[in-house]
């Protein structure tokens, strides 16, 4: 067997947590670090963070400690404030000390040469080629659902007017108020502004998997057109970041379209819930998520994917799965590829080493 993948994982959140004990298992990796942004979580034990068994190794806040490790790749998996642009210096910090990062934190970077911020960009390619190492970014939506998997679909495609990937979601489980609340909306009155609804926000927040699955086609992007809906819950939602009020938002619905040839050629879709009786008239699904796939052309395909069991499972534990696993069966291929931003793209499907058992 080849010698293990010095991994690190960065944050012991859902998704993190996930990846620690994923790591942990597998042969071909070695678990030799973990970062953790709270002061009481450093010095105790990675594995009881992630909730099982004592791994030996134990959890710290001291970055150059963790660089001073020499890992071979970092599983960079923080949320709220941490995420897209705020991590890039992170980024370029592990990058340049030849190491090479997989992300679920900044999904703008799931097609690199989209990225909102070129010069930020450019600052990752430099210490990536510096490093001779490689950044990958994935998750399941935007990763997988919105970009590799309709992709796939379209391999059996004559002709195309339009690809439509969509998710559905239950997301009582997320624990990150200011993301859920100040960022999407959540328990808040209509007439409050989220993030969301920053102009050209929607548009920036999924160009990327468009212009990937754009890039993939071998089609151009003129433009790509945002739109947001919220519906209001008529009783109180008990949620992992608080109560959700009557009369405040329980659902969130966003649109974005790539306009190819003067037509809405390439679709996101996603639709959020805090309960799943909450805008009854929007896309329902009775999993974790539901992912779908809608192409009309010749032949039209659609394809559906759900993730999780039914009603009375522990909500989201199989979305946090998949994305964390989308990075970490990755670790193999990016550490093996030239250096430089990867996207899905540049790497092969990304095969799940060591999954039986």
Known sequence: MPVAIRTVVWSTGGVGAIAIDAAARRPDLELVGVWVHSPDKVGKDAGELAGGEPLGVVATDDADALIALSPDCVVYAASGPERDGAAVPDYVRLLAAGINVVSTSSTSLVYPPSYFAPQWRDQLEAAAEAGGVSFYASGIFPGFASDQLALLMTTQS?????????????????????VMMNGMGFGRPLDF??????????EMAWKAPIFLMADGLGVEVAEVRG???????????????????????GAVRTRAAGVVDGREAIVIEHVIRMARDVAPDWPTSDSDATYRVDINGDPDIHCVMTLGRAEGHAAGRAAMTSTAMRVVNAIPYVVAAPSGLLSSLDIPTTLPRYAFG
């Open 193 to 202: 502004e989220p993030m969301l609804k920053t102009p050209g926000f929607i």
């Open 158 to 178: 004559k002709s195309i007017r339009r690809i439509t990937a969509s998710e559905v979601a239950l997301n009582d489980h997320y624990p990150v108020a200011d």
């Open 227 to 249: 739109s947001l809906d919220r519906e209001l819950t008529d009783r109180d939602i008990e949620v992992a970041f608080g109560t959700i009020k009557a009369g405040t938002c």
